[in-house]
């Protein structure tokens, strides 16, 4: 059974960085991308940015560029996001998702996504 679960969210200061982990289990992990995503209060959920099964980063918001990266442990079958120089509007929940049948390539559609994650709460305040 596939599963995916997040972890790492909370509540910290603008400016402050944060790592949020996706563990992963039930499929190949080594053999697919991983995703992640983010959805605000009252908006629709978007992609932020992938890992392919190859470590290719592609990122999917201009404004998480330069603050937000991503890596994978294979071994441990886990990806992490790291960010960097929160600001308020990072404020969201934190989704991790696998697309299955795009053979470890990234993709920003999300309805390509096949299992997510139930979500990590971020929130960025003074």
């Known amino acids: 059974q596939v599963q995916l679960v997040e972890s790492g969210g909370g509540l910290v200061q603008p400016g402050d960085s944060l790592r949020l982990s996706c563990a992963a289990s039930?499929?190949?992990?080594?053999?697919?991308?991983i995703g992640w995503f983010r959805q605000a209060p009252g908006k629709e959920r978007e992609g932020i940015l992938c890992?392919?099964?190859?470590?290719?980063?592609?990122y999917y918001r201009d404004s998480v560029k330069g603050r937000f990266t991503i890596s994978r442990d294979n071994d441990k079958n886990t990806v992490s996001l790291q960010m960097n120089s929160l600001k308020p509007e990072d404020t969201a929940v934190y989704y991790c998702?696998?697309?299955?049948?795009?053979?470890?390539?990234?993709?920003?559609?999300?309805?390509?996504?096949?299992?997510w994650g139930q979500g990590t709460q971020v929130t960025v305040s003074s």
């Open positions: 998702a696998v697309p299955l049948r795009y053979a470890g390539r990234c993709t920003g559609t999300l309805s390509a996504y096949d299992y």
């Open positions: 039930g499929f190949n992990f080594y053999d697919y991308a």
């Open positions: 890992i392919s099964d190859r470590d290719d980063t592609t």
